[in-house]
Nanobody, 117 residues
């Protein structure tokens, strides 16, 4: 059974930082591309950042230079460090795993990030 459990969301003031974590189980983590997506109210879910099994990273233009995605294969965990947060970053953030063996994506339950003064 595949599980992705996010943590680290919350309320932060503009210019602040948050550190999201996603602990994965039931997959061969080191070979799995992992990503973070977000969905704001009334908007479609959008890609924030991805990190491949080979540690290649890619970011949405709106977060490049402010967010950093990393992974720890020993802990089966992917992280998203978010700096210089702005109100437009407010959304539910979802962890995603692209399982290459089952040929399908998996999603976490989401964690709320709210940027407000």
């Amino acid at each position: 059974q595949v599980q992705l459990v996010e943590s680290g969301g919350g309320l932060v003031q503009p210019g602040g930082s948050l550190h999201l974590s996603c602990a994965a189980s039931g997959i061969i983590f080191s070979n799995t591309d992992m990503g973070w997506y977000r969905q704001a109210p009334g908007k479609q879910r959008e890609l924030v950042a991805v990190i491949t099994g080979g540690d290649f990273t890619s970011y949405a233009a709106s977060v490049k230079g402010r967010f950093t995605i990393t992974r720890d294969n020993a802990k089966n965990t992917v992280y998203l460090q978010m700096d210089s947060l702005q109100p437009e970053d407010t959304a539910v953030y979802y962890c995603n795993a692209q399982d290459p063996y089952r040929g399908r994506p998996y999603w976490g339950q989401g964690t709320q990030v709210t940027v407000s003064s």
